[in-house]
């Protein structure tokens, strides 16, 4: 391919591959770009809302995210301190039912390694394994990626570039684009357990929130990679805890037991200790550098929306950049348009109800938690708010809304 007809792609996570290939249903020729030498598996997003789960239809990828994830139409919250179920949240009874109603688990490593698959011979797509990019240059015409490889230095060279490099994102400190937000004081934890929950009480789902002043936690089902069932529990530690104290095997099993008490001890699979930022690249575009995913915009992972919103990025961006390519399109203004719809999307719906989410589970004030879960319970109960609280926790709002934007 021609140095310039294509658009280089930089990360190769669930958000740079989604893109890529929806760029080369466009048939707009990629190079996408990964530093590391093989996709990461990490269970850490696994949930497709139901606009997500539309997009990955029209890309043609929903049958294997079918054979490979679960399905959930419902979601709860519980109550850990009167262990009561709150509220239930059935996407399947909502009067105007999504084309796909329901959250698709499907991992994102199983979504990289499927669309990776995909473009094994597709001439119109180059994958550079550990391959790390040192420097950019943009041109009236191009843009020129400095990177380190398995063979030395080189330059490669496109028409755009794209920064899907995740929360770290060298794309966006290279092309000096601020990272306005904040940090957590308390870092997250993430076990994985193949301990079926469902056989200790009826009232779980694939995707429960359990409500503790303390220490909430997120339950989550996922196939896993045998298949067999992989559960993610999610929860938050206190600043002053240190690693051996968080990881010690008698800590994970007291936090799990504290939720779902079991005679037996869980197994554990794998433990993640991280921290946890809201933070919105002030711009999702300077010049012919653009940004998607966590390069643009990071989240606390309360409602399971990081990725979606990255896999929103990906299809909106090419979109615009097919209107570019072949229909003559006024680049600039519609990459301006692409970050104020993706913006809005963040700052107006995934930051500010994850941080919602987050303060609801969490809430210490007693008063206030009471008010706080009892409004989730009528939330549930009544067919108007129970229909509005969906739309807003999967995306479906936020999709309308920035669409609409000009």
Request: with cysteine; aromatic share 8%.
């Amino acid at each position: 391919m021609q140095s310039l007809d294509r658009v280089i792609i930089v990360g190769a996570g669930p958000i740079g591959a989604v893109l890529a290939y929806a760029l080369r249903q466009r048939h707009i020729p990629v190079c996408l770009i990964e530093a590391l030498p093989e996709p990461e598996i990490d269970c850490r997003a696994a949930s497709c809302h139901p606009p997500t789960v539309a997009m990955l239809d029209e890309l043609g990828l929903l049958q294997d995210g079918l054979d490979q994830g679960l399905v959930s139409p419902v979601f709860h919250y519980l109550d850990r301190v009167s262990g009561e179920l709150v509220g239930r949240f059935d996407i399947r009874e909502m009067r105007q039912v999504p084309s796909h109603p329901y959250v698709l688990q499907w991992e994102q490593y199983k979504i990289v390694q499927t669309i990776l698959k995909r473009l094994e011979g597709d001439d119109g797509a180059q994958v550079r394994m550990s391959t790390r990019v040192t420097a950019i240059e943009q041109t009236s015409d191009r843009v020129r990626a400095v990177v380190s490889g398995p063979d030395g230095m080189e330059i490669i060279e496109g028409r755009y570039l794209v920064g899907c490099d995740g929360g770290r994102s060298t794309i966006r400190k290279l092309a000096e684009i601020g990272f306005e937000g904040f940090t957590w004081p308390e870092r997250f934890l993430k076990v994985d357990t193949r301990f079926d929950f469902f056989g200790l009480r009826g009232d779980l789902s694939n995707r429960n929130y359990f409500s503790d002043p303390d220490e909430w936690m997120n339950l989550f089902k996922a196939r896993g990679p045998d298949g067999d069932g992989m559960w993610r529990a999610v929860s938050p530690t206190l600043p002053e805890q240190t690693d051996e104290e968080l990881l010690s095997p008698d800590a994970i099993e007291a936090r799990l037991q504290k939720f779902c008490p079991q005679p037996g001890r869980y197994e554990i699979v794998t433990i993640a200790l991280y921290k946890v930022h809201q933070r919105v690249a002030a711009t999702f575009n300077k010049g012919r550098v653009l940004l998607a995913g966590d390069a643009a915009h990071v989240n606390n992972p309360v409602g399971g929306m990081g990725m979606n919103g990255g896999i929103h990025d990906a299809v909106n961006l090419a979109e615009k950049l097919e209107q570019v390519w072949f229909h003559g399109g006024d680049a600039p203004a519609l990459f301006d348009r692409y970050s104020r719809q993706r913006r809005k999307a963040q700052t107006d719906y995934v930051q500010a109800q994850s941080i919602q989410n987050k303060n609801t589970l969490g809430e210490k004030d007693p008063v206030a938690r009471k008010a706080k879960l009892a409004d989730i319970r009528a939330a549930s109960l009544d067919p108007d708010r129970h229909d509005a609280f969906i739309r807003r926790a999967c995306l479906i709002d936020s999709m309308v809304d920035a669409d609409a934007t000009l």
